[in-house]
C-alpha cells in the first residue's frame, strides 16, 4: 500500500512570495490532514477535510493561507503572500474515516521564507 | 488553551533499560490519545493509541492512560539504540489534534 505522498519535498523562497503544496492521501483514506511543524515544536493543526468537506480549520491563518481538496483525494495547501515566520516543515497526515484516528504522515514539504 | 505538555529532555537511557515517557494534558474532555516516534528529519510514525483507562501493550510499548490524572505514559522495554528518537504525544478531542513538544530520547549502546 502507498503511504502519503507530497510535494515538493523543498522549497525556498522570498517573503512576500506564494507558494503552493500537493499531497496524495493514502487510498481509500476519506480525512486529510494538514499540520504545520516548527523546528523543535510539535506539529500543530491547520485543517482537515473530510472528503472534500472541511471538518476544521480554526487554526489555519485564513488571511494567507487557504486550502482545498477538490474530488475528496488530493489536497493543496496554499500560503499567500509568505511572512518569514511561516517557514517550517508541512506535513500532510491522511485516516481512514474521521473518527478512525489513527493518522499516517507524508514525509512532508520543507519550506524556508528568506 | 489546550495544552499538552512534554518533558522535552533529553531522556538518557542504557541499552536493554527500560525508558518512560510522560505526558500531561489539560483539556478533560480529551477522548483519544497516541503517541508517535519522529527520528530527526523525518515524519512523525504512530507507535500507539489509547482510548481506555489503564495499559495497552504492543510488544516492546506499553501505552498508560489515566484520565482522572490527566495523564497519558509511554513504556519501552528493551531499549535499543534504533528507539534514539523524539516522541510525540498527541491528543484529540472534538476534531481537534494537539501535539506536544516532544521528548528526545538518547539509547546509549
Known amino acids: 500500500e502507498a503511504g502519503v505522498a507530497q510535494s515538493p519535498r523543498y522549497k525556498i523562497i522570498e517573503k512576500r512570495q506564494s507558494v503552493a503544496f500537493w499531497c496524495n492521501p493514502i487510498s481509500g483514506h476519506a480525512t486529510l490532514y494538514w499540520y504545520q511543524q516548527i523546528l523543535g515544536q510539535g506539529p500543530k493543526l491547520l485543517i482537515q477535510?473530510?472528503?472534500?468537506?472541511?471538518?476544521?480549520d480554526s487554526q489555519l491563518p485564513k488571511d494567507r493561507f487557504s486550502a482545498e481538496r477538490l474530488k475528496g483525494v488530493d489536497s493543496t495547501l496554499k500560503i499567500q503572500p509568505a511572512k518569514l515566520e511561516d517557514s517550517a516543515v508541512y506535513l500532510c497526515?491522511?485516516?481512514?474515516?474521521?473518527?478512525?484516528?489513527?493518522?499516517?504522515f507524508g514525509p512532508g514539504t520543507r519550506l524556508t521564507v528568506l | 488553551q489546550k495544552e499538552v505538555e512534554q518533558n522535552s529532555g533529553p531522556l538518557s537511557v542504557p541499552e536493554g533499560a527500560i525508558a518512560s515517557l510522560n505526558c500531561t494534558y489539560s483539556d478533560r474532555g480529551s477522548q483519544s490519545f497516541f503517541w508517535y516516534r519522529q527520528y530527526s528529519g523525518k515524519s512523525p510514525e504512530l507507535i500507539m493509541s489509547i482510548y481506555s483507562n489503564g495499559d495497552k501493550e504492543d510488544g516492546r510499548f506499553t501505552a498508560q492512560l489515566n484520565k482522572a490524572s490527566q495523564y497519558v505514559s509511554l513504556l519501552i522495554r528493551d531499549s535499543q539504540p534504533s528507539d534514539s528518537a523524539t516522541y510525540l504525544c498527541a491528543i484529540y478531542n472534538n476534531n481537534d489534534m494537539r501535539f506536544g513538544a516532544g521528548t528526545r530520547l538518547t539509547v546509549k549502546p
Open positions: 497526515a491522511s485516516s481512514l474515516v474521521v473518527n478512525r484516528l489513527e493518522q499516517f
Open positions: 477535510f473530510q472528503n472534500n468537506g472541511v471538518v476544521d
